[in-house]
């Protein structure tokens, strides 16, 4: 009998809780992932969108939203998304700051780094960001930190339901994670020695061959447990062992390809947030070929175009990996 689940938040996080409900409602008993989800989407947004100029429209866009909407019908439904257009500008105003772009242009230092110098090629000396690899690094860190949030809630839940086994076995529980852990701790060793060497065979054993052997355990305990059963039937022990090996294979294929797609999928992250950068570095090169009205015309529609289109883009992208690389964890 599942008990029937209401989100109660702050008003505040309306907008977040609504993209959360569109997902589905969480099972009782199980984290409400809303307040998290908060922090998450913005910053991935602001990575791809990083404006002040163009946040500022977003934030005037939503403003005039909830103005258009305060009828109690229209309003219920369109509020929410007219406050998400509002914090979403917010952040792109908070991360433009960061990387100092107000319209596509430099007209103040960068707090962070210079995002625009960096895709351009003249980025600014003792920049601690030196290239399009480190931008890539930055949200390889941010999906690894996403991913482990995940995971800690999908502990949380699990021991909030006693389902111990999932607990230990899982591939989002202790042995999935040790394995992930161990991935993530072999890549980078990997890099740093410019990809040259490996950890010591003890080492790797005890990163990732250790947690796989356990994992190996998981089929046998669960046939040991349904051969308690009274009306259990007893299957042919060739056929079990054979069953139980290609589990076990199968499992560690979509941890490790698993883990591996969802970590490398946040760099699509980075990947908007260059096509940005490139999109107006062409519209002021086509502003540079002209001069006068026409110039500035290229400009107005240029930055309404990236608007329309990457503020589409990043959020959809922002709510794809929200969705899929994070609530994918946890969420029940």
């Known amino acids: 009998d599942e008990v029937p689940v209401r989100l109660d938040n702050p008003r505040l996080l309306a907008p977040f809780q609504m993209l959360v409900s569109n997902f589905g409602l969480p099972q009782y008993g199980t984290i409400d992932p809303t307040p998290v989800v908060m922090p998450l989407y913005l910053a991935m947004f602001g990575l791809m969108f990083a404006d002040v100029g163009q946040g500022l429209v977003l934030v005037a866009l939503g403003v005039l939203g909830i103005l258009l909407t305060r009828g109690p019908t229209v309003g219920r439904s369109w509020r929410p998304l007219s406050w998400l257009i509002v914090w979403c500008g917010s952040s792109s105003v908070l991360f433009g700051a960061l990387f100092g772009s107000f319209f596509g242009m430099a007209l103040f230092e960068p707090l962070w780094f210079d995002f625009h110098g960096i895709i351009a090629g003249h980025r600014s000396k003792g920049s601690v960001v030196k290239n399009v690899f480190d931008i890539l690094a930055i949200t390889i860190y941010f999906g690894i930190s996403v991913i482990g949030i995940g995971l800690f ?57 250790l947690p796989a052997f ?70 002021f090169t086509l502003a540079e070929m002209t001069s006068g009205i026409a110039s500035i015309f290229i400009l107005v529609v240029g930055n309404v175009l990236v608007i329309a289109l990457e503020g589409l883009s990043a959020g959809i992208q922002a709510l794809r990996l929200s969705y899929y690389e994070f609530f994918t964890k946890f969420f029940h």
């Not at 999908?154 to 161990?182: S, T």
């Open 153 to 209: 809630f999908n502990w949380v839940n699990v021991i909030r339901k006693g389902r111990w086994a999932e607990l230990l076995f899982d591939k989002g529980g202790v042995l999935g994670a040790w394995i992930y852990a161990g991935g993530i701790y072999i890549a980078f060793y990997l890099v740093s020695h410019d990809y040259a060497a490996l950890p010591s065979g003890g080492r790797l054993f005890l990163l990732v061959g």
């Open 214 to 283: 356990l994992l190996f355990l998981k089929e046998p305990c669960h046939h040991l447990r349904r051969a308690q059963e009274p009306s259990a039937s007893r299957p042919n022990p060739a056929f079990a062992a054979l069953n139980a090996v290609m589990h076990w294979v199968v499992e560690l294929l979509e941890i490790f390809s698993g883990y591996l797609s969802n970590t490398l999928s946040f760099m699509r992250v980075a990947g908007l947030g260059i096509a940005h950068v490139c999109l107006m570095i062409s519209f």
